[in-house]
């Protein structure tokens, strides 16, 4: 089984930056992509930026580009997501999640963790 641990949220100033990372253990795929996601309270999980674990461009939800950027360590089997100059719409927990394939669709994804909460203000 695949385990993934995110962290690195919390409170941060409109203006200000944020980088979550997500941290898998256990057997992986040798490729699989990670997806990040937010969630509100009342409101289905939405796509951030989803990437494989190889040197693959990144893909971002249209809502989010040029506002977040994936970085990744696949030796280390990390994955960070950036966050500049978030708004206070970007607040929410914020998964990442393990699957096949890349898409927005959170429905494909196999493993998640258990979420860090962001808070912009």
């Known amino acids: 089984d695949v385990q993934l641990v995110e962290s690195g949220g919390g409170s941060v100033q409109v203006g200000g930056s944020l980088r979550l990372s997500c941290a898998a253990s256990?057997?992986?795929?040798?490729?699989?992509?990670v997806g990040w996601f937010r969630q509100v309270p009342g409101k289905a999980r939405e796509a951030v930026a989803t990437h494989y674990n190889d040197n693959e461009r990144p893909y971002y939800a249209d809502s989010m580009k040029g506002r977040v950027t994936v970085a990744r360590d696949n030796g280390l089997k990390k994955s960070y997501l950036q966050m500049n100059d978030p708004k206070p719409e970007d607040s929410g927990m914020y998964y990442c999640?393990?699957?096949?394939?890349?898409?927005?669709?959170?429905?494909?994804?196999?493993?998640w963790g258990r979420g860090t909460q962001v808070t912009v203000s």
């Open positions: 999640s393990i699957g096949d394939y890349c898409t927005f669709v959170a429905g494909a994804y196999e493993a």
């Open positions: 256990g057997a992986t795929r040798r490729r699989y992509c």
